[in-house]
């Protein structure tokens, strides 16, 4: 058994090693932390390794279960995330169902309930009668990002692992051997904050982030620039509508860095920010997207210039 394969959170991999080295596995976990940071990582290969017939060993792969594993046909495991935006009743009920069924290969059954906050409040009560009384083959996973949407009935029957952010070192050390990317900008690890999945979304638009700095630092640094050469050159900005929200929140990173710089006369820095999140706001109620994106060039250009406030 071994979670060599996965970045960070040693002290978990210690726990969970040393629960199925003593026999001691629970019946229900939650896994808690921030998205990206590895969570379904571990569950799935805890659940591997729960239902693997050579758990004992190092990194077994090759016993029926695990193959069967790998190749998504364990018949054991049973892997549930949201339909749509929520984890509905049905789908609890459609567990309850197979939950009472003894397990094919294995001496356990494992279940993961991905995103588990997105379970309605209906789908929780559902899940509460299984964890008050659960057959002692089942093992249930929780991967919960927003533990503060969970039930306190569900939290109290379940074990919390809390997973820590990943080192900057160490996504760096996970771009240089899985991506080949040899550097990645500090302002873009401080956007990823932690998150080997938003890092892994972000590698391959380097450029553009790249392009993003560039629209932003000449605000900053050039006040001779006007209003109108930097709306030509944001064209990003306005062709990607799909990847804007993490555009804004690397604007954000760009904005805090330099408020930092210029401790002294930051609040500009502070308020440009807040034209950031105004635009977020905006863009959730569906305004007009090229609008939001003029909204909030001209306002942090005039904010970032105080000529141009005056003007």
Same mark, same amino acid.
């Given at each position: ?29 939650? @896994? ?9 990582? @571990? ?25 069967? @594993? ?30 009472? !069924? ?64 990943? +080192? ?47 629209? @932003? +630092? ?84 005039? !904010? ?8």
């Amino acid at each position: 058994m071994s979670f060599n394969n996965i970045i960070g959170n040693d002290n978990i991999k210690n726990i969970l090693s040393k629960s199925l080295e003593n026999n001691t596995i629970l019946h229900s976990y939650m @896994f808690i932390g921030e998205q990206g940071i590895g969570k379904k990582i @571990f569950a799935k290969e805890f659940a591997k390794m729960i239902l693997c017939e050579n758990f004992n060993k190092q990194e077994c792969n090759n016993c029926k279960s695990c193959i069967e @594993f790998l190749s998504g046909n364990n018949p054991d495991f049973t892997y549930i995330e949201p339909e749509g935006k929520n984890i509905k009743i049905e789908q609890i009920r459609a567990i309850q169902t197979k939950i009472i !069924e003894k397990p094919v290969n294995s001496n356990k059954k494992v279940y993961i309930i991905n995103d588990a906050q997105n379970m309605t409040e209906e789908a929780q009560n559902c899940l509460l009668k299984t964890l008050e009384e659960p057959p002692e083959y089942i093992v249930i996973i929780l991967i919960v990002s927003n533990e503060n949407k969970m039930l306190n009935t569900i939290k109290s029957r379940c074990m919390k692992i809390s997973f820590d952010k990943i +080192s900057d070192k160490q996504i760096m050390k996970y771009l240089e051997n899985y991506c080949d990317i040899e550097s990645i900008n500090d302002n873009i690890l401080k956007m990823c904050d932690g998150s080997i999945g938003k890092c892994i979304i972000v590698k391959d638009k380097i450029q553009e982030y790249k392009e993003i700095e560039k629209i @932003f +630092s000449t605000i900053v640094e050039n006040h001779n620039c006007s209003i109108i050469n930097i709306l030509n050159n944001s064209e990003l900005l306005y062709k990607n509508k799909e990847d804007i929200n993490q555009y804004l929140d690397y604007i954000n990173v760009i904005l805090y860095e330099y408020s930092k710089q210029n401790l002294y006369n930051n609040l500009k820095y502070i308020n440009s920010i807040k034209i950031v999140e105004k635009t977020k706001q905006r863009l959730l109620s569906n305004s007009n997207y090229d609008m939001c994106i003029d909204y909030l060039l001209f306002n942090i250009w005039e !904010e970032i210039n105080e000529k141009n406030s005056r003007c």
